[in-house]
C-alpha cells in the first residue's frame, strides 16, 4: 500500500472524526502541543500582526494620540504597537491622551500573557521526550529452531539507553460472530523476550508461529486474508530524559517477506567499540 492510502503515517494513525462534540478553545493547548513546529510559528505569527494590526486601527481611532507619530499613519501606529507590546518602549514615540494610555495598559497586559503562554508552550513542546528508534520497514518470516517465526527489528538512534524496555505485537484480525457480524479485533502476538532491562543497540522481536498463535500455519499464500495489519510497540524510561518514552509501528500483509532474514547490522569494532549500521536495517536476504 502506498504511503499515501497508508492510514498509519507520521507515527499516527489518520483518523477522521466527524459528529463529535468538539471544544477546540478547551483543547487549543493540546491542539498545540499535537501540531508541528512549522504550523506553530506560523499561527504565532499570524497572531502576533493580526493583533498588532487590530490594535494599531483603534489607536488611529483616537486622533492624534501618539506623541511622535503622524496622525492617521497606519505604519506608525502599527510599529508603536508592536513596541507597546513586546514592551520595547524606544522613546520615540509615546500615549499623549488618557484613551492612548487605556489602550497600552491594555496591550501590554495582554502582550505580558501572551509572552508567557508562548514560553510555557514552546517549553513544553521543546522539552517533550520522545524515543529515537527506528522500526524495520519490513517483517520477515524464517525458521528458528524448527518454528517458522515471524521477526521484527528495531534500532536506536541514539547514544543513550532505553532502561526497563517492553515491546508489544499485536494483530488486526476480522472475525464473524455467529449471528453472520464482521468485526475486527486485536489479538495479542506472544513474543519470545517481551522485555530488555537495557535496550541500547538492536532487538529483534520474534513471535513463533506455533499452535498458540492466532496467526498459525500463516502463509505467503493466505497473508492477505489473514493479517490486516500487525501493530509492534516499545516503550520504557529514557536514562537521558529520565522519563517515559514510547514508540510504535504497522506492518501490513505485503510488508512481511517469508522466508528471509535480517541481515546483520552489529558488528564489534577493534578497539571494542560496537557499530550499529542503520543503512542495513531493513535489508534481508532469502535464508
Not at 93 to 99: K, N, Q, Y
Not at 197 to 219: N, Q, Y
Request: proline residues 4%; negative net charge; glycine residues 8%.
Amino acid at each position: 500500500m502506498s504511503d499515501r492510502n497508508n492510514p498509519f503515517r507520521n507515527g499516527r494513525f489518520q483518523v477522521q472524526v466527524v459528529g463529535a462534540n468538539r471544544r477546540p478553545i478547551n483543547d487549543l493547548y493540546y491542539s498545540m502541543l499535537r501540531t508541528s513546529w512549522a504550523r506553530l510559528f506560523g499561527l504565532a505569527a499570524a497572531g502576533y500582526l493580526v493583533s498588532n494590526a487590530l490594535f494599531a486601527a483603534l489607536y488611529l481611532l483616537g486622533g492624534d494620540c501618539i506623541t511622535g507619530a503622524r496622525v492617521g499613519h497606519f505604519g506608525d501606529a502599527f510599529y508603536f504597537s508592536v513596541q507597546t507590546m513586546s514592551t520595547i518602549g524606544y522613546g520615540a514615540m509615546s500615549p499623549a491622551t488618557p484613551f492612548a494610555h487605556v489602550l497600552v495598559t491594555i496591550e501590554s497586559f495582554l502582550g505580558l500573557i501572551a509572552v508567557a503562554v508562548g514560553t510555557g508552550l514552546v517549553f513544553s513542546k521543546f522539552s517533550r521526550p520522545q524515543a529515537r528508534v527506528a522500526f524495520s520497514k519490513v517483517a520477515v518470516v524464517r525458521p528458528r529452531n524448527g518454528v517458522p517465526c515471524l521477526l521484527f527489528r528495531v534500532a536506536n538512534e541514539r547514544d543513550g539507553q532505553i532502561v526497563a524496555a517492553r515491546m508489544k505485537a499485536a494483530v488486526l484480525v476480522e472475525e464473524r460472530t455467529a449471528e453472520g457480524q464482521s468485526m475486527g479485533r486485536m489479538v495479542p502476538l506472544r513474543l519470545e523476550r517481551e522485555r530488555l532491562p537495557l535496550f541500547t543497540v538492536s532487538w529483534t522481536a520474534i513471535h513463533p508461529l506455533d499452535e498458540d498463535s492466532p496467526l498459525f500455519g500463516l502463509s505467503e499464500d493466505d497473508v492477505e486474508e489473514r493479517v490486516n495489519f500487525i501493530l509492534l510497540t516499545l516503550s520504557g524510561t529514557d536514562d537521558t530524559f529520565l522519563d517515559q518514552v514510547h514508540a510504535l509501528a504497522m506492518y501490513e500483509a505485503d510488508s512481511i517477506r517469508f522466508g528471509h532474514g535480517f541481515s546483520d547490522i552489529i558488528a564489534r569494532q577493534d578497539d571494542g567499540t560496537i557499530l550499529l549500521d542503520h543503512s542495513k536495517l531493513h535489508d534481508t536476504s532469502p535464508t
